[in-house]
């Protein structure tokens, strides 16, 4: 399920984010927006702590999808990074990822990027391996 780039408040079912951040001044292109690059940087890595999470063990990015940039990001937003896995094949898995910013002196928080990221599972071969079951609750 995809939330509405206008709904102005942050997903309460995805659970917390799993990366929260300030955009910097470091992060901004010569006009002085966040780039593009770093914020997909920012969605790459909490798309792989998931992955890795899920596969127990290394993963990479094998590609990225229906990268939907909403709003831009300023200098000194907080900035919340969901993201859930949506599919689990053999050796890959698809996660989705949503970002969302918080003005600095601000409450109000909206969606400004959601992407679809592909990781596959790699062993110590550097080949893809088999993502084991799932863990039960039992086991975790």
Known sequence: M?????????????GPPVVRTIAMPADTNP???????????QMDLAAGN?????????CATISVEAMTFHR??????EVSI???IVHVGRTSMRIQVEV???????????KVTEGLFTFVAIG??????????ERSMVEA
Request: hydrophobic residues 35%; glycine residues 12%; charged residues 35%.
């Open 31 to 41: 006009a002085g927006d966040i780039f593009g690059g770093w914020l997909m940087g």
């Open 100 to 110: 969302w910013r918080r003005e600095r002196e601000g409450e109000e928080t909206m």
């Open 50 to 58: 998931i992955a890795a999470r899920r596969s127990r063990g290394r």
């Open 82 to 84: 969901y993201a859930w």
């Open 2 to 14: 995809t939330i509405d780039a206008s709904e102005p408040r942050q997903p309460d079912d995805r």
């Open 72 to 77: 831009p990001v300023i200098v000194g937003d």
């Open 124 to 133: 110590a071969d550097r080949r893809p391996r088999v993502i084991p079951p």
